[in-house]
């Protein structure tokens, strides 16, 4: 998949562009079938199958202190998206300036002169533009005076909810600590990933259990407590156990994420890992000791073996 980083960047036309157009936080279900829907009507005519979307979210550039955590990274979002079979992903840098071009300038003069749009694929309550002036209707009546189709995608329910899928909706969930209910609406397992950072050395030394630390960004983080979970690494995959919070246990008040993985005993520090977080063990809580917390720990990684087995 070609990403273009800039509009700028886009010498000429795209060839017959089918494009759909959002923030596309977290590529969950319901953004998938945008893109199936793009790259089935692409092939039709010809064309490429465009995503364009926005870095920052728009809301750090115009309401910072809503700005919600994000599901997805860059890198991740990137990733996910080439996966549906998208030719081409614009990633717009999103600044005050591009928020103020008004709906109709950005329908002719950017998606139909600049990107070659051809089809456009959007939900049922897209809105676009400055002040989000711009919804289907002018859409529509757009499409007939400058000769583009305009192609609605019916929602998708959440888990059999009158609740669609939404990036909202995931966000919740993961800070609930419900990884099922978010996985049914990802399709797959929430994930972060990040550089393995030093830690306070005593997983190995105090408990027995060595672990990687790594610190999120402006990533949503899941809600405190113990989790099953898969680690990948160097093109490898193993099973583990992440613990998210304070460590009561040693008072210490320091926020970390520490994860535990089973049958391995590699140096990774400042190496790259991901963990795709499966089931939600347990809370936090504290020990009396350090020998009832490492027996505790050795009960919680017996549970994720059985859990992960299933996954095998």
Known sequence: MEIVSRLEAIQEPFHNAVITIGNFDGV???????????VEKAHHIGGKAIAMTFDPHPMKVLAPKRQPPKITLAEQK????????????????????????????????????????????????YSFGRDREGNLEMLRAMSEELGFEVI????????????????????????AGKMEEARR???RYYQIRGIVA???????RLLGFPTANLNLQDE??????????????DGKSY????????????????FTIEVHIMDFNQDIYSDRIRVNFIQRLRDEIKFESIDALAAQIKKDVDHARSILASLL
Request: charged share 20%; hydrophobic share 40%; with cysteine.
């Open 28 to 38: 969950h279900i319901g953004h998938q079938a945008l893109f199936h829907t793009v």
């Open 78 to 125: 990137a990733e996910l998206i080439a996966k549906t079979g998208m030719d081409v992903m614009i990633s717009i840098p999103f600044t005050k300036s591009f928020a103020s071009i008004p709906a109709r300038s950005f329908v002719e003069d950017v998606l139909f002169k600049k990107v070659g749009m051809r089809a456009i694929v959007v939900g049922k309550d």
């Open 152 to 175: 609605v995608v019916d929602w998708i329910q959440g888990n059999g909810k009158r609740d669609r899928i939404s990036s909202t909706q995931i966000r919740k969930l993961v800070m």
């Open 185 to 187: 609406m990802l399709g």
């Open 198 to 204: 030093g830690g306070r050395n005593r997983g190995g």
């Open 220 to 233: 949503l983080c899941p809600k405190q407590g113990i989790y099953a979970v898969t680690v990948e690494h």
């Open 239 to 254: 099973q583990g156990v992440a613990n998210i919070g304070y460590s009561p246990t040693f008072d210490d008040r320091l």
